[in-house]
């Protein structure tokens, strides 16, 4: 294809962006973490326990070596999938949170899931029936769910759907290892729940969009060559119109995963939220930091593909900028 | 000389506001078959108008159009819209004024230029469609066309777009092709070569053309036969070199004294 290889340098440059960026989060983490007052083999031991025995910790755990040693010693461990000791529990960081990450991943895709499904189709109808009874309709309610906060819609949601309709059982939890179908079943309305206030965004932001790019020259040059409506539409002004909410849903979806803290406590899941709030209450660190890095990484992963993804559909797109 | 193309009793009126607004009145055209017309007048005069109208892009609710364009036994203004679209970038083309913009800017040149193919002759294979398109741009004057097939409109500059433009607006062998002001965003230079082509074209295929342009003199280097609009109706029209050596109307007068005195010099 033309320009391949102009697309491996944009990609590759992009890709040591990333890596850059979450050495620098990290690090960020890291001090953030270690100028907090507080010394991690005191909450070990305990505040009765005799200065020998916590100077003793304290080497044995690699507290006494310089900032940077142990910034390093702590980087590539976390590489390796090593995030420490909780202080809280005396047990390694990994094995308190693998369970739970799939349970607040599963949320925030499906979420994300939700919103790309229902306001694609959505936001192309009212922008092609622009001002019809379906455009006017939703713009209204769209207004509604944006000023409604997830947790809020999540606590309607519990009582509409759990409480009246008995679409689902309230704090009735499945695991996924026990039942993948049930698991997912119960998380149907809180994903819907983080979805739908970026759903109303998505919604008013392709139809902006598709209505602002069906005006201009080339969509009049598309209708000149022999297009109707919808070969215009979906031809030529719906790749267009997509650039800028690409983005958007690449921040939504980084926002939901994160977003889905709150809601997992609204709906009783038993995801990372629990312990990661109980963690900061405790300040167990290691869990905190590992979390942190762990929300940070997605974050910044999804924004590495939204980059890549953009640089496919808009050509524009080059490398200086 | 067959008649293509009849306009009669062209009427355009806006209703966006709450007094409808006149843009074209009592619009006339004849258009033979390999002619090439010239409609001049300032802006507002209403020819991009009749123009557009010609190519059935007018087709707003807030637009009320009245009056007959005959073209192959139909009338493209109250035909099934089927038809028009059959017609429209097949047996009619139209070049615009913003060759910038006037491209979509995420889609390669050869997919945009090989589109009227792809709408009306669905029949001709990929490879062919590709063969004729590439042909097509080193028809309209764009060296290695191989390369701008894959290229994107970005990447080309105002006169190439304006190339590409007409290669894809000539791709189906249309019947009229109609310019609406194509090079006035262009610079001199480019100007001429772009005129150039489109002769060459006519010449060459026997196209007709509808050329729009503010500019008389550019007008008389192209079009055997004018039309002067001003305020949306018809002023004068004729023989290019009768209009231009003895204008009847003080507009017409107007119009060649504005001409820079230097293409006067002969």
Redesign the interface.
Request: glycine letters at 12%.
């Given at each position: 294809?033309?320009?391949g290889e102009y697309d491996m340098k944009y990609t590759l440059k992009k890709f040591i962006s990333t890596v850059v960026t979450l050495v620098v989060v990290s690090l960020c983490v890291f001090l953030a973490f270690n100028v907090l007052p507080g010394d991690p083999a005191v909450r070990m031991l305990g505040l009765e326990a005799s200065p020998e025995l916590i100077e003793q910790t304290r080497e044995r755990m690699g507290l006494n070596d310089p900032l940077l040693v142990r910034y390093f010693r702590w980087f590539f461990a976390f590489l390796q999938g090593d995030f420490g000791t909780s202080y809280s529990y005396s047990v390694s960081v990994a094995s308190l949170v693998v369970k739970k990450i799939p349970i607040t991943l599963t949320l925030g895709l499906l979420a994300f899931l939700f919103t790309v499904l229902i306001s694609i189709p959505l936001g192309i109808l009212t922008a092609k029936y622009e001002n019809g009874i379906l455009d006017r309709t939703i713009t209204v309610i769209n207004q509604v769910i944006m000023a409604i906060p997830p947790f809020f819609s999540g606590i309607l949601i519990t009582f509409v759907f759990g409480m009246i309709f008995k679409l689902f059982t309230p704090g009735g939890f499945i695991s996924y290892t026990d039942d993948f179908g049930g698991f997912l079943k119960y998380l149907f309305f809180p994903s819907l729940a983080i979805a739908l206030p970026k759903v109303a965004m998505t919604v008013k932001m392709l139809r902006g969009n598709l209505i602002d790019e069906s005006g201009?020259?080339?969509a009049?040059?598309?209708?000149?060559?022999?297009?109707?409506t919808n070969?215009v539409l979906y031809r030529?002004v719906l790749?267009?119109a997509m650039?800028p909410v690409i983005t958007f849903l690449g921040m939504a979806l980084a926002d939901m995963v994160a977003g889905s803290i709150v809601i997992e406590q609204v709906f009783n899941i038993p995801g990372i939220s629990r312990i990661l709030l109980s963690s900061i209450s405790n300040r167990d660190y290691p869990v905190v930091e590992a979390i942190i890095m762990g929300i940070a990484t997605i974050v910044i992963v999804i924004n590495f593909l939204v980059d890549v993804i953009y640089r496919i559909?808009?050509?524009?797109i080059s490398i200086e900028d | 000389m067959g008649i293509i193309l009849d306009v009669t009793d062209l009427h355009i009126e806006f209703h966006d506001s709450s007094t409808p607004e006149t843009a074209v009145e009592d619009f006339d055209l004849m258009l033979g078959k390999g002619e090439i017309v010239g409609i001049v007048g300032e802006s507002g005069s209403g020819k991009s108008m009749s123009a557009l109208a010609i190519a059935g892009l007018l087709n707003r609710h807030a637009i009320r159009k009245t009056g007959r364009i005959m073209f192959r036994g139909q009338d493209l203004l109250t035909c099934d819209r089927a038809v028009l679209r059959s017609f429209q970038g097949d047996e009619i083309s139209i070049i615009f004024q913003e060759p910038m913009t006037s491209l979509n800017p995420v889609k390669r040149i050869g997919w945009q230029v090989e589109e009227p193919l792809r709408i009306h002759h669905p029949e001709i294979k990929k490879k062919e469609r590709k063969e004729r398109a590439i042909a097509m741009l080193g028809d309209v004057g764009l060296e290695h066309a191989e390369e701008v097939y894959y290229m994107y409109p970005h990447e080309l500059s105002g006169g190439m777009r304006q190339r590409v433009m007409i290669a894809a607006a000539m791709i189906g062998n249309p019947q009229i092709l109609i310019a609406d002001e194509p090079t006035t965003a262009l610079d001199v230079t480019v100007q001429a070569q772009i005129v150039d082509l489109l002769k060459k074209l006519n010449r060459e295929k026997g196209t007709s053309i509808i050329f729009i342009s503010h500019d008389l003199s550019l007008v008389s280097q192209l079009c055997e036969r004018v039309i002067v609009m001003q305020k949306g109706n018809i002023v004068e029209t004729g023989d290019t070199e009768a209009i231009f050596t003895r204008p009847r109307h003080n507009y017409t007068k107007k119009l060649i004294a504005a001409i820079p005195k230097i293409d006067l010099g002969e």
């Open positions: 294809m033309f320009g201009k020259d080339y009049r040059t598309a209708y000149s060559r022999g297009n109707n070969g030529h790749k267009n650039i559909i808009d050509p524009r | -």
